[in-house]
């Protein structure tokens, strides 16, 4: 039994000592077995799988690489380097390194015959090849780069620790691409006569590579900011929700805080050193010169997700800064300019090591380019001063260039209140505000044009042949009488033609007009008339966009047969739509529209289209703000109705323009909008007579005759622009009106 029991243990003994060697002899084996596979990925994971699941056989000569560099506006691109290592390739004539560049789209898709291309090229040096699962595996993390990689690279590294099983981790390298975007100086603004409108101001941004935070001292962090832990937390939840994020990398800089003063920034950056991670960023502001123009300006802010997906350049990523509104908004492309990239490598530490391929693909930014407006901005602060608590719009044009002199919407806003991280609150209070003070009248307010649209009516007649200069006389007893018919009138003298007619704004000579076509046998029926009636109407710029360089232009409505046939069944004629012969009815027009006829009548016969900017520096206008636009009616028709504007201004319903302008040879017309509440106050005008310099129009909501404020205003206005101020007598008037106020209750307006 003792001898059992020794030869027992004996064999114990020299098993375990067997055990051990095979051990030792396993280790070197093992390490030289391990090979690296460096791979592009964004994580910190590890996990095992056996090794038949990565390779069939045991291979010790390769040495693979797959690199994914990804820059802006542009797909990613991998390539796979494979070096070979030694005789054991069996290929002889296969190269000793292969690169072949795969599609990788930044939305996650790869180009379908990705694992068809791997196994083509692995094959060329081993004909043992890899299994399926292989290429699965590679296919896989591809995907995976491609919707969380957006700059930057990782390594994925399998290694082989035994005989039956591979380690694969992720770990972060050196030579990480590096993309910091240099800024481009946005383009300044100025207006016609070279005063500075527009410039920019530097800020600062606070951005933060997630990866290199550690050891954050939240509190510490945000009390430097003079922010709380939930704004901190919301901050960080908003930066990863890739929704609102699409561009979200935990290797790449994120926009944490913007538009931080000298003051703030300077705070911050004394503990910087305590927050790794966090770096200040500067950037550039816009500043105004003044206080006005909002509307027409416009103002600029973060682009948000929806508009980075619009963005088919892929221009913008989260941080940047683009036009919201008005000319910052319409000419955005030629403001931005084009950003600078330089590419850099840096290590795991974040140093930097240098430009990457000695910066051959860096490029310097292109500042913006700057604009110079047509607005002439002292006519913009008095038309903004007479509307001073008043609700409407002011605009003017140069008649013969289509220049819009000023663009005057009330109530109008502080364009100091779109800067800095205020922006978002004040703009909410603005969007909340009943009277709407964002809303830009001038292209966006639709209102019947009143006693304005005569002057078209009076056109399309004589170009008809529905009336002429002197005949018919239509008489007016108080208005326009037909049955049970009635559209009341103003006392003046009757019968009368068409030029005393337009000087005294008769109602009744209008409808008779409107009448007598919509019932002329040659045209057929109501809606053949109506028909060539509209033709002639859109002719002159209504019914739809002009075409304003500006965003959110209104068409306005010039009603046409179908609209009438819809709504009347088929059963209508002149005296069913009487209405619209003196601007009312379905009639809807923009105060452009309107002050856009008073300069075709200015030029008898054709206007350009109307736009904000005069010059682009080093570029020109589009050709649609150069090329005149003609109307169907006859230059020699025009004459007439300047005649009777003319009139209106020397004894009609606009002679307060030759007490307040009378060296100016003004001709004008006025409107009274009817409305549910009060009357609106309308007037169209122009300055001189000859060879017109401006044309106006003047809208203010519930002002009440034409005469009360449209008139004076237009008057002011003229006087403005043409003698550059005004005279003592006419700047007691401009205060007067200024100093008045409309009550318009509570409504929403």
């Known amino acids: 039994?003792?001898?059992?029991?020794?030869?027992?243990?004996?064999?114990?003994?020299?098993?375990?000592?067997?055990?051990?060697?095979?051990?030792?002899?396993?280790?070197?084996?093992?390490?030289?077995?391990?090979?690296?596979?460096?791979?592009?990925?964004?994580?910190?994971?590890?996990?095992?799988?056996?090794?038949?699941?990565?390779?069939?056989?045991?291979?010790?000569?390769?040495?693979?690489?797959?690199?994914?560099?990804?820059?802006?506006?542009?797909?990613?691109?991998?390539?796979?380097?494979?070096?070979?290592?030694?005789?054991?390739?069996?290929?002889?004539?296969?190269?000793?390194?292969?690169?072949?560049?795969?599609?990788?789209?930044?939305d996650g898709t790869v180009t379908a015959n990705f694992k068809e291309t791997l196994k083509q090229v692995l094959s060329e040096i081993d004909t043992s090849g890899f299994s399926e699962q292989f290429y699965n595996i590679a296919f896989e993390k591809c995907i995976s780069i491609a919707e969380e990689m957006q700059e930057g690279s990782v390594t994925l590294q399998v290694e082989l620790k035994e005989a039956n099983c591979a380690e694969l981790s992720v770990t972060w390298e050196s030579n990480e691409v590096y993309l910091p975007g240099d800024g481009e100086a946005r383009g300044a603004i100025y207006a016609r006569t070279g005063k500075l409108l527009v410039f920019n101001q530097p800020a600062y941004d606070i951005t933060i590579v997630p990866k290199e935070i550690e050891n954050l001292d939240t509190l510490d962090l945000c009390q430097s900011l003079n922010i709380t832990r939930a704004q901190f937390l919301k901050i960080m939840s908003d930066m990863k929700d890739r929704r609102r994020n699409p561009g979200y990398s935990r290797y790449t800089n994120q926009l944490?805080?913007?538009?931080?003063?000298?003051?703030?920034?300077?705070?911050?950056?004394?503990?910087?050193f305590k927050f790794r991670g966090f770096y200040i960023q500067r950037r550039t502001i816009r500043q105004y010169s003044y206080n006005a123009a909002a509307h027409a300006l416009g103002d600029i802010g973060e682009v948000s997700a929806k508009e980075m997906e619009a963005d088919e350049e892929g221009y913008y990523i989260r941080g940047d800064y683009v036009g919201k509104l008005g000319v910052e908004k319409s000419y955005e492309k030629y403001l931005r300019g084009e950003k600078?990239?330089?590419?850099?490598l840096r290590d795991a530490h974040g140093r930097i090591q240098g430009h990457y391929m000695d910066?051959?693909?860096?490029?310097?930014?292109v500042p913006g380019?700057?604009?110079?407006?047509?607005?002439?901005?002292?006519?913009?602060?008095?038309?903004?001063?007479?509307?001073?608590?008043?609700?409407?719009?002011?605009?003017?044009?140069?008649?013969?260039?289509?220049?819009?002199?000023?663009?005057?919407?009330?109530?109008?806003y502080d364009p100091h209140l779109m800067i800095g991280r205020q922006r978002g609150k004040n703009h909410l209070a603005l969007q909340r505000d009943m009277t709407k003070p964002l809303l830009n009248r001038a292209l966006m307010g639709v209102y019947p044009p009143g006693s304005t649209f005569k002057t078209a009516q009076g056109l399309t007649f004589l170009q008809e042949g529905i009336i002429t200069e002197q005949s018919p006389a239509f008489p007016c007893s108080h208005g326009f009488h037909y049955g049970r018919l009635t559209v009341g009138c103003h006392a003046h003298g009757s019968p009368l033609p068409l030029i005393p007619a337009i000087a005294t704004s008769c109602n009744s000579y209008f409808c008779w007009g409107l009448f007598r076509m919509f019932g002329d046998r040659k045209y057929g029926s109501p809606q053949n008339a109506i028909t060539v009636w509209k033709d002639h109407m859109v002719s002159q710029g209504f019914g739809y966009k002009l075409g304003v360089d500006l965003p959110g232009e209104k068409r306005g409505l010039i009603p046409n047969a179908q609209f009438y046939d819809k709504a009347y069944r088929g059963h209508w004629n002149g005296l069913t739509v009487i209405s619209i012969s003196i601007?009312?009815?379905?009639?809807?027009?923009?105060?452009?529209?309107?002050?856009n006829l008073g300069a075709t009548i200015a030029n008898r016969g054709y206007f350009v289209t109307p736009h904000i900017v005069k010059e682009i520096q080093d570029n020109q206008l589009d050709s649609i703000y150069r090329v005149p636009r003609y109307t169907t009616i006859e230059k020699r028709h025009y004459e007439s109705v300047v005649e009777g504007m003319r009139g209106a201004a020397t004894g009609g319903t606009c002679r307060m323009l030759s007490v307040m302008v009378p060296d100016l040879e003004a001709c004008g017309k006025t409107g009274t909008a009817q409305n549910r509440g009060h009357d609106h106050s309308v007037f169209m005008g122009f300055a001189p007579m000859n060879k017109p310099k401006i044309a106006i129009a003047v809208y203010v909501e519930?002002?009440?005759?034409?005469?009360?404020?449209?008139?004076?205003?237009?008057?002011?206005?003229?006087?403005?622009?043409l003698k550059g101020k005004l005279s003592p007598e006419n700047e007691l008037r401009a205060e007067e009106f200024s100093n008045r106020v409309i009550l318009y209750g509570n409504e929403e307006r």
């Open 369 to 412: 380019k700057n604009l110079t407006l047509s607005l002439d901005i002292d006519l913009q602060m008095l038309g903004e001063r007479l509307l001073k608590n008043k609700i409407g719009s002011i605009v003017a044009i140069e008649p013969e260039t289509g220049e819009i002199l000023c663009l005057v919407s009330s109530p109008n």
């Open 702 to 721: 519930n002002g009440g005759w034409g005469a009360t404020y449209g008139v004076p205003f237009g008057a002011l206005m003229m006087e403005q622009y």
């Open 359 to 365: 910066g051959e693909y860096d490029r310097p930014s």
């Open 340 to 344: 600078g990239i330089e590419i850099l």
């Open 583 to 595: 601007g009312q009815g379905e009639i809807l027009s923009t105060p452009l529209q309107i002050a």
């Open 256 to 272: 944490f805080m913007s538009q931080l003063s000298a003051e703030e920034c300077g705070v911050f950056q004394e503990k910087l």
């Open 1 to 106: 039994k003792i001898k059992i029991v020794m030869k027992g243990r004996l064999f114990n003994c020299l098993t375990a000592l067997f055990l051990a060697v095979l051990l030792l002899c396993a280790w070197p084996l093992g390490k030289y077995m391990a090979r690296v596979f460096n791979y592009e990925k964004t994580c910190g994971e590890r996990f095992f799988a056996p090794l038949e699941n990565i390779f069939t056989t045991n291979i010790d000569l390769y040495d693979c690489r797959i690199q994914v560099a990804h820059f802006p506006s542009t797909n990613m691109e991998i390539n796979l380097f494979i070096e070979t290592k030694g005789k054991a390739v069996i290929v002889p004539d296969s190269p000793s390194k292969i690169s072949i560049p795969i599609e990788l789209k930044s």
